[in-house]
Each structure stands twice: as structure tokens, then as C-alpha cells.
């Protein structure tokens, strides 16, 4: 098979793949966008010709070649830039040559726009993993009966190093500030978890590519990347950048790997330092991950009972259903996988860690 082909044929099995993924997580548009694309997108524009061709891989564990294209379409739609793919999109339901005659002359006539948003990978920055993350936080906080200082790799906007200031509501438990505008509801399995309080004493993070959330121009593009037809999450988010908003940014633009060198060149004595991500650490080439745990195994092997350390990963582990919850800490090492949960944060199977004998 020739190599154009082969890459065309790649190209069209990620959007296979995004397909599947967005019926399960509960976005049909999406889903039925990205059937589309696989089976009808074409060469006879600039920006089918750059799909096609895509450099790289395509796939949505790698560039997340569908989602690029489909957040800049969605981004049009929320800027009001097309008036004909609007009409295409929820609330609005049309049949499928409706909707793609639509995408189709978008390619065309928002070429440049779509092309260069294509250059830049998704950024979602899912507040509903707060919810995820929460638990493991409070589950920090108890083991160790110190403050916590926060250290977010991939923070995006920094939605999630605000997680202490959203509501949430876990198996008839309340915890966090119910006055919000961002209340995070999963669906719970596993032991009731235990709530209390959690006081934090420093916050940062950092990001390749960080948006501000007092910018509109990146509010517009994070709240692109939110599927069309989850108008809860569009919501949830523009509250939850409201709020990051009014505490200032906290994410600088910085490699991951040179990141963590600097924060993990100290310790925080009297506090425990947790470095955090989610669904971000496989996005980091593999000599970067294997760099990035090397400072963090060695962050652990300095730390000591008056500055503990953790790290907290809720990431892709090739198991389903979802992504693992692990956590580690010292002194000591243990690491555990302390529950599973849906990658937008849905539904939590928690186990917790192991109880002491």
C-alpha cells in the first residue's frame, strides 16, 4: 500500500476510534461527527488534504488528530463565526448530509482558521476529575494530618488546582462550597468516602501550552474542546474558569520535566507536597515520562516525616473501564491504586487504601 494510503487509512481509523470513545462517554453528536469524517472526509480541501496527511499520529491517545478538528469547528460555532454549521449544531438536529454539506463548506471557507487551530492539541481540562482527584487529596490529608501544596503537571487553565473551591456531592456526603456554581455529582461505587477538612497551603502548576483563564480568546478555545451536545459540562466550565479567573493564574508555561526539577528541588517542611496530574502523563514523550518519574522517585526518597511527598495520577493504564487512581507516598514508597473512574469523571469505583491491621 502506498505511504499516502497508509497514513489516509491511519487518519480514518482514529476517527473510528474517537467514535467509539464518545458514544461511551455520552456525546452521540460527537460520535456521529467523527463517523462522518471517517467515512466521508476527502482531499478537495486545504484542511481535508492536512487530516489526511496528518504528520504524526493521529490517534486520540497521541495528537487527537478528531478532536483538533472538531474543536475548531465547535470553536466557530461559539464565536458565532458560521452561521450555517450553527444551524447544524445542538439544539438544532439535522440529518447527516445536512450536517456535513455544512462541515464540508466550513473546510472551505474558515480554512485558515480551522488549519491553524489543527496545530495545537486539545485542551479540555475536565473539572469533573476534580471529583476523582478530591478523594485521593482527602485520602492524602487523613494518612498524614498535614497541609497540603499542590503541583499540577498539565494543569491547562488550572481548573483543577481549584478543586478545594467547587461543591461536591458523594453518596449522600456533601464536601467543599455547595454555592459555588460548580457542583461535581459522580456516581459512586465502592465504600462511602470518608469527608473532612483539607487545608492547602501553596498551589502551582505548569503547562507546554497554558491558557488564561481572564483571556476570552482561551476561555473560547478550552470551552471548544467541550463536546456540543454536553451543555452541563459547557456550564460547569465556565463557572470553574470564573473562578480561576478571579484567583489569578496559576499555570506557567514551562516544560514538565524542567518544572518538576525546580519544584521538587526543595522540601516543604510541615506540609505535604503532592505532585498531581490527570489524564496528561501519557501525553509527554517517553523519554520525558521516564525523566519526570526519576525526580519524582528521588523527590520520595528525600522526603521525611516532618515534609512528606505524594504522587497522585489519575491516568490510562490499557485496563477499562476507565483510567487508574493511584497513589503513592513517602517515606516509604507504597503505591496503591486507590479506585477507577470515568476519563470525564462520571462515575468512581473506589477501593481505597488498604486498612491497617
Given at each position: 500500500m502506498p505511504e499516502q494510503a497508509e497514513t489516509e487509512e491511519r487518519v480514518r481509523r482514529a476517527f473510528h476510534g474517537q467514535h467509539k470513545a464518545c458514544e461511551e462517554l455520552g456525546s452521540?453528536?460527537?460520535?456521529?461527527?467523527?463517523?462522518?469524517?471517517?467515512?466521508?472526509?476527502?482531499?478537495?480541501?486545504?484542511?481535508?488534504?492536512?487530516?489526511?496527511?496528518?504528520?504524526?499520529?493521529?490517534?486520540?491517545?497521541?495528537?487527537?488528530?478528531?478532536?483538533?478538528?472538531?474543536?475548531?469547528l465547535h470553536a466557530l460555532v461559539l464565536a458565532r463565526r458560521d452561521d450555517r454549521l450553527a444551524s447544524c449544531y445542538p439544539p438544532n438536529v439535522v440529518d447527516d448530509e445536512t450536517l456535513w454539506a455544512a462541515c464540508d463548506a466550513a473546510f472551505r471557507t474558515q480554512a485558515d482558521f480551522i488549519l491553524d487551530r489543527l496545530s495545537s492539541a486539545p485542551q479540555t481540562n475536565e473539572v469533573r476529575r476534580?471529583?476523582?482527584?478530591?478523594?485521593?487529596?482527602?485520602?492524602?490529608a487523613?494518612?498524614?494530618?498535614?497541609?497540603?501544596?499542590?503541583?499540577?503537571?498539565?494543569?491547562?487553565a488550572g481548573l483543577n488546582l481549584h478543586w478545594d473551591r467547587y461543591g461536591y456531592e458523594f453518596s449522600g456526603s456533601q464536601w467543599g462550597d455547595m454555592a459555588s456554581g460548580v457542583?461535581?455529582?459522580?456516581?459512586?461505587?465502592?465504600?462511602?468516602?470518608s469527608v473532612g477538612s483539607v487545608e492547602i497551603v501553596g498551589r502551582a502548576g505548569c503547562d507546554i501550552n497554558p491558557l488564561d483563564p481572564a483571556s476570552e480568546e482561551q476561555r473560547l478555545r478550552?470551552?471548544?474542546?467541550?463536546?456540543?451536545?454536553?451543555?452541563?459540562?459547557?456550564?460547569?466550565?465556565?463557572?470553574?474558569?470564573?473562578?480561576?479567573?478571579a484567583h489569578g493564574?496559576?499555570?506557567?508555561?514551562?516544560?514538565?520535566?524542567?518544572?518538576?526539577?525546580?519544584?521538587?528541588?526543595?522540601?516543604f517542611p510541615g506540609a505535604i507536597h503532592v505532585v498531581y496530574h490527570s489524564v496528561a502523563w501519557q501525553y509527554l514523550p517517553q523519554s520525558a515520562q521516564q525523566e519526570g518519574e526519576a525526580l519524582i522517585a528521588a523527590a520520595g526518597k528525600a522526603a521525611t516525616?516532618?515534609?512528606?511527598?505524594?504522587?497522585?495520577?489519575?491516568?490510562?493504564?490499557?485496563?477499562?473501564?476507565?483510567?487508574?487512581?493511584?497513589?503513592?507516598?513517602?517515606?516509604?514508597?507504597?503505591k496503591?491504586?486507590?479506585?477507577?473512574?470515568?476519563?470525564?469523571?462520571?462515575?468512581?469505583?473506589?477501593?481505597?487504601l488498604p486498612k491497617k491491621e
Open positions: 452521540p453528536f460527537m460520535a456521529r461527527l467523527c463517523r462522518l469524517a471517517a467515512e466521508r472526509l476527502d482531499r478537495e480541501s486545504a484542511v481535508g488534504r492536512r487530516v489526511l496527511d496528518w504528520e504524526g499520529d493521529p490517534r486520540p491517545e497521541a495528537d487527537s488528530v478528531p478532536l483538533r478538528l472538531f474543536g475548531a476534580s471529583g476523582v482527584l478530591l478523594v485521593g487529596f482527602l485520602t492524602v487523613r494518612a498524614f494530618g498535614k497541609p497540603l501544596v499542590l503541583s499540577e503537571v498539565g494543569a491547562s457542583i461535581i455529582s459522580p456516581q459512586w461505587s465502592g465504600e462511602a468516602p478550552l470551552l471548544s474542546y467541550i463536546w456540543a451536545d454536553q451543555p452541563d459540562r459547557l456550564e460547569r466550565t465556565r463557572n470553574a474558569l470564573a473562578i480561576a479567573a493564574n496559576l499555570v506557567e508555561r514551562r516544560d514538565a520535566v524542567d518544572w518538576l526539577k525546580q519544584r521538587l528541588a526543595h522540601p516525616a516532618n515534609a512528606p511527598f505524594a504522587w497522585l495520577q489519575m491516568e490510562a493504564d490499557g485496563l477499562r473501564p476507565g483510567a487508574a487512581l493511584s497513589l503513592q507516598t513517602w517515606p516509604g514508597g507504597e496503591h491504586l486507590i479506585g477507577r473512574a470515568d476519563f470525564h469523571g462520571r462515575w468512581i469505583d473506589w477501593i481505597g
